[in-house]
């Protein structure tokens, strides 16, 4: 079993940037990728950021040149560094875990991007 905290969502201008971060706890040698999800107002959920445990990325293009995300295996922590946020960031932002078998997910931390 693997359990995913968010944090670090909030309010901020256009421009702006945030740092999310997912805390990992459980059965964490069982992951093999995570990655960030997000769902806004009347859109389906989409792919956001995905990180392999080997370190391999992947973006939506929406977010190419303006996220990153990057894991820290020692602390069990993934984070989603968002620079330049547009209004069309805004969202509920979900951590994702994938394992061989199931995929795990937190609860989510909003974002909101608004002057």
């Known amino acids: 079993q693997v359990q995913l905290l968010e944090s670090g969502g909030g309010l901020v201008q256009p421009g702006g940037s945030l740092r999310l971060s997912c805390a990992a706890s459980g059965s964490i040698f069982s992951i093999n990728a995570m990655g960030w999800y997000r769902q806004a107002p009347g859109k389906q959920r989409e792919l956001v950021a995905v990180i392999t445990r080997g370190g391999s990325t992947n973006y939506a293009d929406s977010v190419k040149g303006r996220f990153t995300i990057s894991r820290d295996g020692a602390k069990n922590m993934v984070y989603l560094q968002m620079n330049s946020l547009k209004p069309e960031d805004t969202a509920d932002y979900y951590c994702?875990?994938?394992?061989?078998?199931?995929?795990?997910w937190g609860r989510g931390t909003q974002v909101t991007v608004s002057s």
């Open positions: 994702n875990a994938d394992s061989l078998s199931r995929r795990y």
